[in-house]
Nanobody, 128 residues
Framework: QVQLVESGGGLVQAGGSLRLSCAAS????????MGWFRQAPGKEREFVATITWSANWSAGSTYYADSAKGRFTISRDYAKNTVYLQMNSLKPEDTAVYYC?????????????????WGQGTQVTVSS
């Protein structure tokens, strides 16, 4: 069982930055693929970014939605059981609840139904 707790959301002006954190419990975090998704009001939840794992605790492979490429960076700290989403050059359309997700495996999973574990979400609001 894995429990995920997101933090770091808030209100920021367009062009600003935020770093989201997702703290994971469970001794197998180092072998979980981690993902970030978001859900804007009135819209479906969508994929943002994912990161795989590496046996030697190196960075792992990353994959991003087109909307996140060049602005967002996903990373993980194995020692802290935490995955991060650094968001730069934020836009009003980035406003959403951001969710952390986890699953076992080795690929860059991008579909909601591919993940087994979910956090409660953290609100990100970008003002224009």
């Amino acid at each position: 069982q894995v429990q995920l707790v997101e933090s770091g959301g808030g209100l920021v002006q367009a062009g600003g930055s935020l770093r989201l954190s997702c703290a994971a419990s469970g001794r197998t975090f180092s072998r979980y693929v981690m993902g970030w998704f978001r859900q804007a009001p009135g819209k479906e939840r969508e994929f943002v970014a994912t990161i795989t794992w590496s046996a030697n605790w190196s960075a792992g492979s990353t994959y991003y939605a087109d909307s996140a490429k060049g602005r967002f960076t996903i990373s993980r700290d194995y020692a802290k059981n935490t995955v991060y989403l650094q968001m730069n050059s934020l836009k009003p359309e980035d406003t959403a609840v951001y969710y952390c997700a986890a699953r076992s495996g080795t690929f860059s999973y991008t579909q909601i139904n591919e993940y087994n574990y979910w956090g409660q979400g953290t609100q990100v609001t970008v003002s224009s």
